[in-house]
Structures are given as C-alpha cells and as structure tokens.
C-alpha cells in the first residue's frame, strides 16, 4: 500500500510539472502576419525548454523577427534546411512570450517550396506526429 501512495504521489508530481511546462503561447488566427525577409540566424532551443525546437531569426525591412518553426525532429521529417542569407517569406501568428515578440509559423516558403506546419486554425502538424490512424476513420 505504501509504494502504491508513493508511485501516485510521484505521479501526481509529474503531471504537475508537465502542466507548468507547457507554458508555450497560445496560436491566434487573428493576429496572423505574413513576413518577407531574410534568415539571419537559425538556433535550437533545447528540449525542455519553452518553445523547444527550431527558430529563425528573419531580417525584414524594419526589424529582427524571431520565428517559430517547430520540434527538430519533427522538421527533419521533410529534409528541409533553411540556409542563412536565404529569403524566407513566413506566415503565422505573431504573439507575445517572456515580453518579446515571436511569430508561429503556419506557412514557410523558401523559393519555390512551401512546408505548411500547422492548419488554419493554428493546431500544430506535429501534434498527433506518430499516432497511428484508422484507416476507416479517414474520408
């Protein structure tokens, strides 16, 4: 019975901490932007981290912009690579997160290609990423 209120206890803990660590901000369909510039810089943010995974910095005209892909491995899934000094145009939610702007992408365009992250209501592709679907569910 003790380790039984111990393993709950601890559980209890950890689904806990994970609900704090999801702080990432919300996706708003009403603040979409659509950004042209040029990547300056392309960092990863550790797992763990807010907003883990890959961000752009783009170069527009007036400013600096920090853009949101998305989980790393997720990203390496479509063998994509966004070179710096490459023009990028982005489409997505521009939002406040620790007092600076970031912009979550929905659309990325470089060229002629196109990777699309997430809908149009903003819920990320990666989201059910290695869920196995029923084939008879789909239309």
Known sequence: MKSFQRTLAIGVFAL????????????NAASV??????I??????????????????VKTKAALVDVYLGPTDFLRIFK??????NEVEVVGSKVKFENNDVVLTREISIGAETLTLRDPHGAPDWKNWGVEVDPSAVR
Do not use: K, M, Q, W
Request: hydrophobic share 50%; proline share 7%.
């Open 16 to 27: 806990g901490a994970n609900a704090f660590a999801a702080s990432d901000p919300a996706y």
């Open 33 to 38: 932007v659509d950004i042209d510039g040029v």
């Open 80 to 85: 994509t690579n966004f070179p710096v000094g």
């Open 40 to 57: 300056a810089a392309v960092r990863t943010a550790p797992a763990g981290a807010a907003l883990e995974g890959t961000h752009l910095t």
